[in-house]
C-alpha cells in the first residue's frame, strides 16, 4: 500500500515536502513516481525515480523547482517542492510502476491516495 502525505496551504514562492510512504519490501525493487491531477483534467506527470535512485525524470513545469528523492530503507520516496505556484495547486499522487516508460500514467499498477497541495497568491 502507499500512502502519500505533505499536502497543504501555502504562499507562492513557499516550498513543501511530499512523502510517498508504502508497507512491503516490493516498493524498493519498482520506480515510484507523482503525478498530479488538476480539477476536471486527467493526472500528469511530475517526477519519477527509479528504483535504486539512480536515475529522476522531470516534468518540464517542475524541472529546477522539484527534487525527487528515495530512502529505500525507510520505504519512502519524498517530492521536495520549492518555488511553488499558484498553477502546482493540485491533488498530488504517488504510484510504482515495473516498466522503464516513467512518465506514463497507465504504466502504474499501483497509487496512493492523493494529496492535496494549494498554492496561494
Known amino acids: 500500500q502507499l500512502q502519500a502525505c505533505g499536502g497543504g496551504l501555502v504562499q507562492a514562492g513557499g516550498s513543501l515536502r511530499l512523502s510517498c510512504e508504502a508497507s512491503?519490501?516490493?516498493?524498493?525493487?519498482?520506480?515510484t513516481g507523482w503525478f498530479r491531477q488538476f480539477p476536471g483534467k486527467e493526472r500528469e506527470f511530475a517526477a519519477a525515480?527509479?528504483?535504486?535512485?539512480?536515475?529522476?525524470y522531470y516534468a518540464d513545469s517542475v524541472k529546477g523547482r522539484f527534487t525527487i528523492s528515495r530512502d529505500n530503507a525507510k520505504g519512502t520516496v519524498y517530492l521536495q517542492m520549492d518555488g511553488l505556484k499558484p498553477e502546482d495547486t493540485a491533488v498530488y499522487y504517488c504510484?510504482?510502476?515495473?516498466?522503464?516508460?516513467?512518465?506514463?500514467?497507465?504504466?502504474?499498477?499501483?497509487w496512493g491516495q492523493g494529496t492535496q497541495v494549494t498554492v496561494s497568491s
Open positions: 525515480i527509479t528504483w535504486n535512485g539512480g536515475m529522476t
Open positions: 512491503g519490501r516490493t516498493f524498493r525493487r519498482y520506480a
Open positions: 504510484a510504482i510502476t515495473a516498466t522503464v516508460t516513467v512518465t506514463t500514467a497507465t504504466n502504474y499498477a499501483y
